[in-house]
């Protein structure tokens, strides 16, 4: 397991570095990441085949920032509809279990709200790329939902689809700092910054590299069992940590901050004594790696980040809003649903309906929002399911230690950057996996076989 998690990085530090120095090598690796999990899903024996899908879904949802910043792939969301596709694949497989009915509902009570973009939607604007970009992410969630639902997943199968969705995250990081190994040359205010981010939207990529933050986080409390791997784990903490600080994108790292804080006390709490005594021990070495890493950015950032956080301005004024524009736009958007209650204004039409009103093209980002307001009630029911039946699952079922992280990390996600990537949409997924103890020689030596 070792050796195959070291030369698993090895080749996706070697990936991110090509796709920067030669970007159309971006469309090869996409094309090669669909085949190749493509004919393992095929090639898997029964039982195999759901760990197979979601390993690939974990793999792709950490390639798609940096398939989007080269724009690789066929088109600008063709991650979501591959996951989409393998949770088809996965229900057509192993079906779904019953107690996962809910989401049939939350997928059907979407529906309405298409009607009525196709009826009031501006002429103007192209009809079906805007229902299909404002559904690709909740249609992503449900169905990949509805596979994951109660899903058999082992501890050691887990680590593999950890280590699955950090290998291309590493690529991304790899890219990051290539495009900009200096980030003391670039950070010269507080507003997000595009430069320190691989010339792409601070936003999605702080998501990403606070997922990495976590998911290594993870591997370092959880999964390493040698010395090496956990200071090489902790070594990668360090960097995507930093990376993620210095997009000057605050949602992503405050999420990873509360991800992992949820993780550590969940973890505690399944461990004896003497593992405690140990577990203590890493956290404190662990909160020391966190110290190192806020000094390096607020010195590698000629103090910008420590103002961005004490949400000043360059100068060192006090910004009246801490939400940068965002809480106006959640209002505005809670209005619509005032004015529109029972369908909404349909999917797709609140932006639209903005710029017609204020001549102001913006996003507010917030899922929350937006849902309610495109899809009236039926909107608020559909996020209702999303939001109890994880909890309901987890009543009776206590045996995924990432649940209350991956449930965490939707809804904070969802709150400052929708559901623009897939990541989301899976994650809320895993924390709906049924997490087994591993039996002796449960097919051990071919999962060891591929990280």
């Not at 577990?279 to 110290?291: A, D, N, P, T």
Request: charged share 15%; glycine share 8%; proline share 3%.
């Amino acid at each position: 397991m070792q050796n195959n998690y070291l030369k698993f990085l090895g080749i996706h530090i070697l990936i991110g570095a090509l796709i920067y120095l030669l970007r159309p090598l971006g469309n090869l690796y996409f094309v090669g990441v669909f085949f190749f999990f493509f004919i393992r899903i095929i090639n898997a024996k029964q039982q195999l085949k759901g760990f197979e899908i979601v390993r690939a879904c974990a793999y792709i949802l950490g390639a798609e920032v940096i398939l989007r910043m080269t724009e690789s792939g066929p088109f600008y969301e063709a991650s979501k509809y591959l996951v989409i596709m393998f949770s088809v694949m996965g229900l057509f497989y192993n079906g779904f279990n019953k107690k996962a009915t809910p989401y049939l509902l939350y997928i059907v009570l979407l529906i309405p709200a298409v009607y009525v973009s196709l009826y009031l939607l501006d002429v103007g604007v192209n009809i079906k790329k805007a229902i299909a970009f404002n559904l690709s992410g909740p249609v992503c969630l449900g169905v990949a939902a509805l596979f994951c639902y109660s899903l058999r997943i082992t501890k050691t199968q887990l680590e593999s689809i950890v280590n699955f969705a950090i290998f291309p995250l590493v690529s991304t990081l790899t890219y990051v700092i290539l495009y900009n190994p200096n980030v003391a040359a670039v950070s010269t205010s507080t507003g997000s910054n595009f430069e320190a981010s691989g010339g792409f939207g601070p936003n999605q990529m702080a998501t990403v590299l606070g997922l990495g933050f976590f998911l290594l986080t993870v591997r370092f409390f959880y999964f390493s069992k040698t010395k090496l791997l956990r200071y090489l784990d902790l070594v990668l903490v360090l960097l995507f940590a930093f990376r993620a600080i210095v997009t000057f994108s605050r949602g992503g790292v405050w999420t990873a901050i509360l991800m992992i804080i949820a993780f550590i006390f969940v973890l505690y709490r399944t461990m004896d004594k003497s593992r405690k005594t140990k577990m203590l021990l890493s956290v404190v070495l662990f909160l020391c790696i966190g110290v190192a890493t806020w000094v390096i950015s607020a010195s590698q950032t000629n103090g910008m980040i420590e103002k961005r956080y004490a949400n000043q301005n360059s100068m060192g004024h006090v910004k009246e809003d801490v939400t940068t524009g965002r809480g106006m736009l959640f209002l505005a958007e809670f209005d619509e649903f005032i004015e529109n209650p029972f369908l909404g204004v349909g999917v797709g039409r609140v932006k639209d309906l903005r710029f017609q009103k204020t001549g102001i093209h913006a996003a507010s980002h917030n899922e929350v929002s937006r849902i309610i307001a495109e899809h009236g009630l039926l909107g608020v029911f559909a996020f209702s399911i999303l939001l109890v039946v994880p909890l309901l699952f987890r009543i009776g079922n206590r045996s995924n230690v990432l649940f209350f992280s991956f449930y965490l990390f939707w809804l904070l996600t969802i709150n400052h950057s929708a559901m623009r990537i897939a990541a989301p949409a899976f994650i809320y997924a895993l924390s709906l996996l049924h997490i087994i103890d591993d039996k002796p020689n449960l097919h051990r030596k071919q999962i060891n076989q591929h990280g």
